[in-house]
């Protein structure tokens, strides 16, 4: 237990701030100077490995090694559901945080990596409250909204923790029904005791970022007021006319979210911004699909 | 209770929510303190001018110090925290931003100089090297001698710049360790308070947070 808080505590210190996607070394400089709270190290940016249609897999340890040296930082890297051995190996280069991310191919479409036995903390993915407490009942210890990724979309990522908000308010009757509850666990597939827990405190018991599809300041600062605790951003920044502008706009909006003129202020004058792929228009499935 | 003392948590970015509970949860539990308190959140200077104390909270200092030069805070927060009338309490990245000077890292950010130290940020290394130890804070808060203090990714105070006017409350007590001896809480006259570690995520846990606002708030 005690482990755990140190590994949620982390995550405590990265609220309110802004987690962004690079792919090489001169990019993480670019985001620390925008004001970035932590990094995320990959190969390819998602709006790039959506085009590819190869498997995405971890990144090479040396890119994320390069990444680390350069910036003070916390740095993050992904590895691919269920791939517990790519885990292994950023937990041996130190990385401070592992994705167990579905923006990467499964290695195993059944399982998730089971990350209490790991030193090294783990955020995950999740589109409702039975995927982010089965989550952390594996020992995430920061959940994020899956969104979909690589598009420039919002709408998943606002449905995502609109549905999580919706279940937590929903289920809350269940405490004063000790079998529904625990009918309702079971369906969710967790421990009784957990989803009590979160009922009672009428919140997830671990942070609570916003990912996949934030391409704006306004982005940004809608996710903040639907209740999430930070925002991570892809491919938004470096596929848009200006990164390091836009990169400390959607800084700045994530602090002042209540602030509609530091809204009106940051949001002017960014150029052009990702042209994004609209969710409708994406055939066959969505990342959002993957995982269990 | 005709007095009314009004602590602001500055919440640019990282753990503000954390110490604004800890110091409801001690104004509710507590009712013997001399003064009403109020707790606030400062994001603009007008929330900054309202306050008597100032937290400065855990997160990252490059973000933090970026953040407020950017909102154009960084001036009166200077001004704020070099008002000896102000008591100001600095946590992990917030002890970072308020030191004179920065040993590592530090060319993003501007710190606003006001405890005379100087900081090694990252001190232990990286996540992996973060850690909980139970500290024996009995010699400045009376019967604490098993407060759960975490570090993440914590900074330490190298050197003391000014040992006349720095008081050090805790060295770190890791006998056969490399950090054994670390300096990770100081005092600065008596309205400046900083620690490396992070009291605000000792659940249940009020007495740091009742110290500094019995020790430093009330005292003013």
Same mark, same amino acid.
């Given at each position: 237990?005690?482990?755990?808080?140190?590994?949620?505590?982390?995550?405590?210190?990265?609220?309110?701030?802004?987690?962004?996607?690079?792919?090489?070394?001169?990019?993480?400089?670019?985001?620390?100077?925008?004001?970035?709270?932590?990094?995320?190290?990959?190969?390819?940016?998602?709006?790039?490995?959506?085009?590819?249609?190869?498997?995405?897999?971890?990144?090479?340890?040396?890119?994320?090694?390069?990444?680390?040296?350069?910036?003070?930082?916390?740095?993050?890297?992904?590895? %691919?559901?269920?791939?517990?051995?790519? #885990?292994? +190996?950023?937990?041996?280069? *130190?990385?401070?945080?592992? $994705?167990? @991310? &579905?923006?990467?191919?499964?290695?195993?479409?059944?399982?998730?990596?089971?990350?209490?036995?790991?030193?090294?903390?783990?955020?995950?993915?999740?589109?409702?409250?039975?995927?982010?407490? %089965?989550?952390?009942?594996?020992?995430? #210890?920061? +959940?994020?909204?899956?969104? *979909?990724?690589?598009?420039? $979309?919002? @709408? &998943?990522?606002?449905?995502?923790?609109?549905?999580?908000?919706?279940?937590?308010?929903?289920?809350?009757?269940?405490?004063?029904?000790?079998?529904?509850?625990?009918?309702?666990?079971?369906?969710?597939?967790?421990?009784?005791?957990?989803?009590?827990?979160?009922?009672?405190? *009428?919140?997830?018991?671990?942070?609570?970022?916003?990912?996949?599809?934030?391409?704006?300041?306004?982005?940004?600062?809608?996710?903040?007021?639907?209740?999430?605790?930070?925002?991570?951003?892809?491919?938004?920044?470096?596929?848009?006319?200006?990164?390091?502008?836009?990169?400390?706009?959607?800084?700045?909006?994530?602090?002042?979210?209540?602030?509609?003129?530091?809204?009106?202020?940051?949001?002017?004058?960014?150029?052009?911004?990702?042209?994004?792929?609209?969710?409708?228009?994406?055939?066959?499935?969505?990342?959002?699909?993957?995982?269990? | 209770?005709?007095?009314?003392?009004?602590?602001?948590?500055?919440?640019?970015?990282?753990?503000?929510?954390?110490?604004?509970?800890?110091?409801?949860?001690?104004?509710?539990?507590?009712?013997?303190?001399?003064?009403?308190?109020?707790?606030?959140?400062?994001?603009?200077?007008?929330?900054?001018?309202?306050?008597?104390?100032?937290?400065?909270?855990?997160?990252?200092?490059?973000?933090?110090?970026?953040?407020?030069?950017?909102?154009?805070?960084?001036?009166?927060?200077?001004?704020?925290?070099?008002?000896?009338?102000?008591?100001?309490?600095?946590?992990?990245?917030?002890?970072?931003?308020?030191?004179?000077?920065?040993?590592?890292?530090?060319?993003?950010?501007?710190?606003?100089?006001?405890?005379?130290?100087?900081?090694?940020?990252?001190?232990?290394?990286?996540?992996?090297?973060?850690?909980?130890?139970?500290?024996?804070?009995?010699?400045?808060?009376?019967?604490?001698?098993?407060?759960?203090?975490?570090?993440?990714?914590?900074?330490?105070?190298?050197?003391?710049?000014?040992?006349?006017?720095?008081?050090?409350?805790?060295?770190?007590?890791?006998?056969?360790?490399?950090?054994?001896?670390?300096?990770?809480?100081?005092?600065?006259?008596?309205?400046?308070?900083?620690?490396?570690?992070?009291?605000?995520?000792?659940?249940?846990?009020?007495?740091?947070?009742?110290?500094?606002?019995?020790?430093?708030?009330?005292?003013?």
């Amino acid at each position: 237990m005690c482990e755990f808080k140190v590994k949620a505590g982390l995550a405590q210190m990265l609220k309110g701030g802004v987690i962004m996607d690079v792919v090489t070394a001169e990019q993480a400089i670019i985001a620390e100077k925008a004001g970035a709270c932590a990094v995320m190290a990959l190969e390819r940016i998602p709006a790039d490995m959506r085009k590819s249609g190869q498997v995405c897999r971890m990144s090479d340890p040396k890119m994320i090694k390069d990444i680390m040296n350069a910036v003070s930082i916390p740095v993050m890297a992904k590895v %691919r559901i269920g791939h517990f051995v790519e #885990a292994l +190996i950023l937990e041996s280069l *130190e990385v401070d945080y592992i $994705d167990e @991310s &579905e923006v990467l191919t499964p290695a195993d479409w059944t399982q998730h990596i089971k990350k209490n036995g790991f030193q090294v903390p783990f955020v995950c993915g999740a589109k409702d409250l039975g995927e982010a407490l %089965r989550r952390i009942n594996e020992g995430a #210890a920061m +959940i994020r909204t899956k969104g *979909e990724a690589g598009t420039g $979309d919002i @709408s &998943e990522a606002v449905k995502h923790i609109s549905k999580i908000t919706g279940e937590i308010e929903e289920y809350k009757i269940l405490l004063k029904d000790e079998d529904r509850l625990t009918l309702k666990a079971a369906e969710l597939r967790v421990p009784v005791s957990l989803l009590k827990e979160k009922l009672e405190k *009428e919140k997830l018991p671990v942070v609570n970022f916003a990912a996949g599809g934030v391409a704006t300041p306004a982005d940004a600062a809608l996710l903040m007021q639907l209740g999430c605790e930070g925002i991570f951003v892809g491919s938004g920044i470096f596929k848009s006319a200006n990164p390091e502008k836009l990169a400390r706009a959607i800084v700045e909006a994530t602090t002042h979210y209540n602030d509609a003129s530091k809204l009106l202020e940051v949001s002017t004058d960014l150029g052009d911004l990702m042209g994004g792929i609209c969710i409708e228009s994406i055939k066959g499935s969505k990342l959002a699909d993957i995982g269990v | 209770m005709s007095e009314t003392r009004c602590i602001g948590v500055l919440a640019l970015q990282g753990a503000f929510i954390e110490h604004v509970h800890h110091l409801q949860r001690c104004i509710d539990k507590f009712s013997d303190y001399d003064k009403a308190i109020r707790v606030t959140t400062v994001r603009t200077a007008q929330e900054l001018w309202q306050c008597d104390g100032l937290v400065i909270p855990g997160g990252e200092s490059t973000a933090m110090s970026l953040i407020a030069q950017r909102t154009n805070l960084y001036d009166d927060l200077y001004r704020f925290v070099h008002d000896p009338n102000k008591c100001i309490w600095g946590t992990c990245a917030g002890l970072i931003f308020i030191s004179d000077n920065l040993m590592t890292q530090g060319n993003l950010i501007n710190t606003l100089k006001l405890l005379h130290v100087t900081v090694k940020r990252n001190a232990f290394g990286r996540q992996a090297q973060s850690f909980i130890q139970k500290c024996d804070f009995s010699n400045f808060i009376d019967n604490c001698n098993d407060f759960p203090a975490t570090f993440i990714r914590a900074p330490v105070i190298d050197e003391i710049l000014d040992p006349e006017n720095v008081e050090v409350l805790y060295r770190l007590d890791k006998p056969d360790c490399p950090q054994d001896g670390l300096i990770v809480a100081v005092k600065q006259n008596d309205n400046i308070l900083a620690t490396s570690f992070h009291p605000e995520l000792a659940e249940d846990d009020l007495r740091f947070h009742d110290y500094f606002i019995r020790e430093f708030i009330l005292k003013r």
